[in-house]
């Protein structure tokens, strides 16, 4: 069972974008800085939407071949797999056809079936389509492309960790996704991060606000940021360096 963190640290770490959710989990030292998110492969189909945060129900599918006698026990062991997990929830699709897809799991069919499942969207790095009628509806789409059919797709396994574009992604992890990409918010800092991004977003704008002022030089500038240099940040955070993005 997968215990669910507390809606008001859902609710924070929605508040901010994913860049600065990926800087403000730097801070941490828990986890290198190349990983923890997906690659520029998998596209939100719809950036207006607004940021989705949520726990991973995971499974893989095929779709250039047909499925088995067991293909709808499959289905059906993925809503249970969905179920049971917090709300609000995110399938995770691997693809595994070579080259991935072939076809897609996901239309308005599917969109419809997995939102009254508690889903509000789905990272894959396979194929979605039915775009309108998703969109219509409210279901985020992160995707490796847009393709028009189904072919043989079907689920293989259910419940397993899945890799999405480098992205490692095991039942029940935390994911934060906008319009610039997908990465997974580590729990045992989840309700410290919305702080730490704060207090980025504090030195940030400082920076901003110098570069856009009359007073502006390039060495008032190097004297602000030695000044910014060493933040105060949140308990359980490093001191972050001089890298500015």
Known sequence: MVEPLPASVLDELRAWNTPSIANAIELFDVRPRDQGFASGEIKCVFPH?????????????????PPGPDARARTLELYDHV??????????IKDLDEPPAVGSFWGEVNGNTFKAHGAIGVVTDGGVRDLDE??????????RSVIVSHA?????????????????????????ADKHGVLTVPREIAHLVPEAAQ?????????????????????????LQQ???????????????????
Do not use: N, W
Request: proline share 8%.
């Open 199 to 223: 207090r980025i977003e504090e030195r940030e704008r400082a920076l901003i606000d110098y570069c856009k002022s009359a007073e502006f030089s390039t060495d008032g500038l190097r004297d």
């Open 49 to 65: 939407f607004p940021v989705m945060v949520g726990y991973a129900a995971t499974a893989t599918i095929r779709a250039a071949t």
């Open 152 to 176: 043989y797709v079907h689920v293989e396994d259910v419940g397993i960790p899945v890799e999405i574009a480098g992205l490692t992604i095991a039942p029940g992890d935390l994911i934060h």
């Open 134 to 143: 998703v969109e219509g509806i409210g279901f985020h789409y992160f995707a």
């Open 227 to 245: 000044r910014l240099a060493q933040p105060r940040v949140p308990e359980g955070a490093a001191a972050p360096g001089t890298t500015y993005a």
């Open 83 to 92: 179920l049971s997990l917090p709300e609000p929830r995110i399938v995770v």
